[in-house]
């Protein structure tokens, strides 16, 4: 795989990163229903195989339990992927999640990851989420640059930032990169927030996609329909009617565009993604090693411009929804 300087650090990615928020499991607010922790382990070293050579997680998948997962992973991986994780989101002991810039909050975050993940140094840490208040992302980011002078982390991203709050994180330290939502169901960040990261050279990570599985081209609707309570997808309006019958409907286009040269839906819908130059890489979830098969061969592919053409013209509608 071709390796993609991100942003302006020395640092070179995959085109595509193992996404690690299905397998921190059910239990807790945003959970993707039970997993087991020997597959997630599988799939990591799959993908490690394969050429991948980052991983991205988080603090709260699973109330810590998806650093820990990643950490059993480290330790049996023949060359050691580069680790990416979050902070700033916490939680109770009723499992109840929040959103803190506190710097406190931000200190103690990073000592926590390092702890469960089983490392030194955390190749990027990143702010999960930004809060309502702009002025508080100042003490995080001071936490932060002062993690990377100490050399607990290496780098420093942001995550689901807009335009303004990365200004103001700049304020204090060199943004590495951006993690924002991305997908042909989900465009936002086209207008604004990607050409801001083209002028300052941040790397962009795209997250989710293929819409958490809906564009994976397994997805149906009995298989939406029965989504285990715990399971945060199953309130979510995209695995929903009247959204289901138009995406699953979409779904069949790209895997019409991709039986062409032999991928899957879920390839031809990350392919999109990376097409836009701003995008460095895209995180890409599995809870399996059959699951990275499935979605592995995006890194190479390319769609051509007719069947982009194509795509565009058949994304479902949102109007009225």
């Known amino acids: 795989m071709q390796l993609r300087p991100l942003g302006q650090s020395k640092l070179e990615i995959t085109p595509v990163g193992l996404g690690c928020w299905a397998i921190g499991g059910g239990g807790w607010q945003f959970g993707w229903g039970a997993q087991d922790d020997a597959a997630s382990v599988a799939a990591i070293h799959r993908a490690v195989e394969l050429g991948v050579n980052w991983v991205d997680t988080a603090a709260v998948y699973g109330l ?16 050691r992927p580069h680790v990416f994780t979050k902070c700033a989101m916490v939680w109770n002991d009723r499992k109840e999640t929040s959103t803190t810039l506190a710097p406190a909050a931000i200190r103690q975050g990073i000592d926590d990851s390092l702890r469960r993940l089983g490392v030194d140094v955390i190749d ?7 809060t309502q208040e702009i002025a508080e992302i100042d003490g995080a980011m001071e936490v932060l640059a002062d993690a990377q002078r100490r050399q607990k982390i290496r780098h420093i991203g942001v995550s689901n930032f807009s335009v ?13 990169s951006l993690q924002p939502p991305y997908s042909l169901l989900r465009r936002t960040i086209e207008p604004d927030i990607l050409p801001f990261c083209a002028a300052h050279q941040i790397g962009v990570i795209v997250y989710s996609p ?6 994976t081209g397994t997805m149906t609707k009995t298989r939406a329909e029965s ?34 040269h032999g991928r899957t839906p879920g390839e031809v819908a990350v392919a999109w993604t990376l097409r836009r130059p ?14 990275v098969d499935g979605w592995i061969g995006a890194a190479t592919f390319r769609l051509t411009a007719e069947e982009q053409a194509m795509i565009e013209a058949a994304v479902p509608p949102k109007e009225g929804v």
């Open 227 to 260: 989504l285990p309570a715990n399971d945060w997808r199953r309130t979510n309006r995209e695995f929903s009617e009247p959204r289901l019958s138009r995406n699953l409907a979409f779904v069949e286009v790209l895997r019409r565009i991709g039986a062409r």
């Open 210 to 215: 293929m819409l958490s599985g809906m564009l």
């Open 64 to 79: 810590g339990h998806a650093e820990e997962v990643v950490g059993r992973a480290l330790a049996g991986c023949a060359s």
């Open 164 to 176: 303004p709050q990365m200004e103001r994180a700049l304020r204090t330290a060199r943004i590495t």
């Open 278 to 291: 701003e995008v460095t890489g895209a995180i890409v979830g599995a809870r399996s090693a059959e699951q």
């Open 124 to 130: 990027l840490m990143q702010i999960h989420w930004p």
